[in-house]
C-alpha cells in the first residue's frame, strides 16, 4: 500500500471511495434513498475544489491510501475552532473532517496505516490536539477512533448531512498529536 498526498486528479477516485464508503458503513444509520442519491459528479466537484481549497495550507492535507494504483482510503483534515471551546474565545485545533474507505480494505490493516499517516502529517502543523466528529450510531467507526488513540469527549450534537436533508448525531473525539519539527 501507498500512501501520498492527494491532488486534484484524485478527485474522481475520492468520490468514488467516498460514496462506497458511505453506502457501506451508513446503511442502517442514514436513509437508504438518502445513500442511493449520492451523485459521483457532484462529490467529484467537491474533492477538487477542497483539494485546491480548504485542505490546503499550514497544518491541512488531504492523504490518500492506493493499492494495485487505485485509491481505497483518504483522509482529509484542516485548522478548524475548538468545538469545545468557550463562546466568544478562540482556540484553534486540527479537525479530521474526512476519513473514509472502500468495504474491501476494511480490516486489512489499510486504514490503520493511512490513520498513522495522518498523524504525522497533523502533529507537524502548528497545533497540539486534533477533533473529529463521528456518527454516534457507527460503533465500527468509533471502536476503530478509538485504537487509534482518539477519546470520546461526550459531546454529542445533531448534525446536517447532505445538505441538511436529514439530521443524526454526531459524537466529538479528541486526540492528542503533539508538534513535529515541519
Known sequence: MTIRSGEAEDA????????????????????????ASLDHERLTRVWADRLTGEFTGPGAGVLVAERDDAVVAFAGFAPGDDPEWPEGGERRVVDLGTFYSVPEVWGSGAN?????????????????????????????????YEAQGWQDTGVEIEEELLGGTIMCPVSLYRRSIGRLPG
Open 112 to 144: 490503520q496505516g493511512l490513520a498513522e499517516a495522518v498523524h504525522s502529517a497533523m502533529a507537524r502543523g502548528p497545533f497540539d490536539e486534533a477533533v473529529l466528529w463521528v456518527l454516534s450510531a457507527n460503533p465500527r467507526a468509533r471502536r476503530f
Open 12 to 35: 474522481a477516485a475520492i468520490a468514488d471511495v467516498h460514496i462506497r464508503s458511505w453506502r457501506a458503513a451508513y446503511r442502517g444509520i442514514v436513509p437508504d434513498d438518502a445513500l
